[in-house]
């Protein structure tokens, strides 16, 4: 059963003091009732709030209302339907404060972290409301005698998202923006444990003009999962998240005739050549490992020191690992926020005492960081001598930890590094273009950094990873979001 949610409850929402987290179904704030999950706040222990779980049942009217907003939507031309977005952008630009507050919240990273990740987010849409040029097609005439021959981009229908909980505000955007001026509609299914953040953007969406039912928010879990993958009004389905759970969605949403793209977890390495600039790249490695409490896909989490650059870069890189702030992301100063919940740090707790059991020595240890003990804090952790085929060299942690794998030389690091069934990210440090060449050309990843702390593409260019970091062939946003969420026609004309 589901329940409208008042008037009233949707303003206190936009006020942003307190977060309804309710689903948005064919244009009305519903309450639906299959289920709950209170939602806390990781630094404290708080409960901010709680989250109602669509069903089945949900997501069954959402895809249909979605397929008739779509029939109206894809007739509107591409320069208008890019207007609300700009409105969107303004909106989200206003309340970007407000909307980082509560990913801090109920994330925990640190508010300046979620201020840049609100701020990518913007970026998103800034670039979806460049659609009337970025569909453009082909054209050339006369490819026979007087024929001419054009292709043109057409929306495929009803799209759907499924998003994880460690860009709660800025994945989602990674999809909508650009499914929508490409002239489709959209459900999206954000993470249940960190369902605040979206919600309140969607609702800055819903302000900004979109007609009912373009955009549709349904929260839960599993269940609902399943229930977009089979739906067969649901004709494209973008999942961001761990690796396991994007093979299935891969699978699923295919064997349903549904067009994916799943992007997976990683496990990735950091390296460090004798050359390196070592103050530059310490505190690179620091943001990459240690930011957002190790929670990116993009983290760092395999140290492969070459040579004898090992010593003096671990001796600076513990040093200053272990003078980095911990605590709530909310506190200025605080560089280190908590995991995202209890239960994910139980699993990093498991992760480091398996490395130390496999032989892996800590040259520091975040368990005994000092922090308000109801809290899932976890400071920074460093383990040295690291075995390439052991647990925590091979497996994502997902966590402030770094493990360091030695390597005698470029060639060895290449050959650890390309032996990883994870291909998301990489960068090297290096003074030397040849190295740094030979590197970005050798690897087998899906983004390269060189000198980089995190090399995460803009949102002009396209995200995602190799290997068991990405299942599909077109990647996320950029111009390959804009081919993901079209269809391609070729038209050719010849006039007696
Ligand atoms: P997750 O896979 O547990 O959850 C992601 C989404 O899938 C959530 O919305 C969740 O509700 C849903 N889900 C979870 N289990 C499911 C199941 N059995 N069946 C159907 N749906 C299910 O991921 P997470 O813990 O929220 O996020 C962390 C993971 O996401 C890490 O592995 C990280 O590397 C990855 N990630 C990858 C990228 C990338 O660009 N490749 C970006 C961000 C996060």
């Given amino acids: 059963m589901s329940t409208v949610v008042s008037e009233k409850e949707v303003a206190v929402s936009k006020s942003g003091k307190t977060v309804v987290t309710s689903s948005c179904v064919a244009g009305e704030w519903i309450s639906p009732g299959a289920g709950s999950q209170p939602i806390v706040n990781p630094a404290n222990g708080e409960t901010l709030s709680t989250l109602p779980y669509a069903g089945a049942a949900e997501v069954d009217r959402a895809a249909r209302s979605a397929h008739q907003a779509w029939l109206a939507w894809r007739e509107v031309p591409v320069v208008d339907r890019v207007q609300p977005l700009y409105r969107f952008k303004s909106l989200l630009e206003k309340h970007t404060r407000e909307v980082a507050e509560i990913l801090t919240r109920e994330n925990g990273k640190t508010l300046d972290d979620a201020l840049a990740e609100v701020r990518r987010g913007v970026q998103m849409i800034e670039v979806a409301c460049g659609m009337p040029s970025l569909m453009m097609g082909d054209s050339l005439n006369d490819i026979a005698k007087g024929i001419d021959c054009r292709t043109i981009r ?23 923006p ?72 891969y ?26 600039d070592l103050p530059q790249t310490v505190d690179a490695i620091l943001g990459s490992a240690f930011g957002a409490a190790g929670q990116r896909c993009l983290a760092g989490s395999v140290l492969v020191p070459v040579g004898e650059v090992a010593e003096p870069l671990l001796d600076l890189l513990v040093k200053k690992a272990t003078a980095l702030r911990v605590g709530d992301g909310m506190e200025s100063g605080v560089e280190v926020g908590p995991l995202v919940a209890a239960d994910q740090k139980k699993r990093v707790l498991g992760y480091i005492e398996k490395g130390i059991a496999e032989g892996a020595k800590p040259l520091c240890d975040g368990r005994q960081v000092k922090a308000d003990p109801a809290g899932s804090f976890l400071g920074p952790t460093v383990l040295d001598h690291v075995q390439p ?28 590094v390309n032996a990883s069934e994870y291909g998301n990210t990489t960068t090297i440090y290096t003074r030397s273009g040849k190295a740094a060449r030979e590197y970005q050309s050798r690897i087998e990843v899906g983004m390269v950094g060189v000198n980089m702390s995190v090399a995460a593409p803009m949102a002009f260019f396209p995200f995602a990873g190799w290997k068991n970091s990405f299942f599909g062939d077109l990647h996320a946003h950029g111009k390959d979001a804009v081919a993901f969420y079209t269809e391609q026609k070729v038209l050719m004309t010849r006039w007696f």
């Fill in 251 to 276: 699978r699923e949403a295919a064997a349903h005739g549904k067009r994916v793209q799943a992007l997976g977890g990683a496990k990735n390495h950091l390296v460090v050549m004798p050359d390196a």
């Fill in 389 to 416: 085929g052991s647990t925590v060299a091979r497996e994502e942690i997902f966590g402030p930890v770094l493990s360091v794998v030695r390597a005698k030389t470029l060639d060895e690091a290449i050959a650890l």
């Fill in 154 to 176: 057409q929306p495929i229908g009803v799209c759907a998202g499924i998003t994880p909980f460690n860009f709660p505000a800025m994945v989602p955007l990674w999809m909508y």
């Fill in 178 to 249: 650009f499914a929508i001026a490409t002239g489709n509609t959209f459900i999206l299914k954000p993470s249940e444990r960190v369902p605040m953040s979206p919600t309140r953007v969607v609702e800055l969406l819903v302000e900004a003009g979109l007609p009912a039912g373009v955009i549709q928010l349904v929260h839960g879990g599993r269940e609902v999962v399943e229930a977009l993958l089979a739906h067969p009004l649901i004709r494209a389905i973008s999942f961001v998240g761990s690796s396991a759970v994007a093979r299935i969605v």
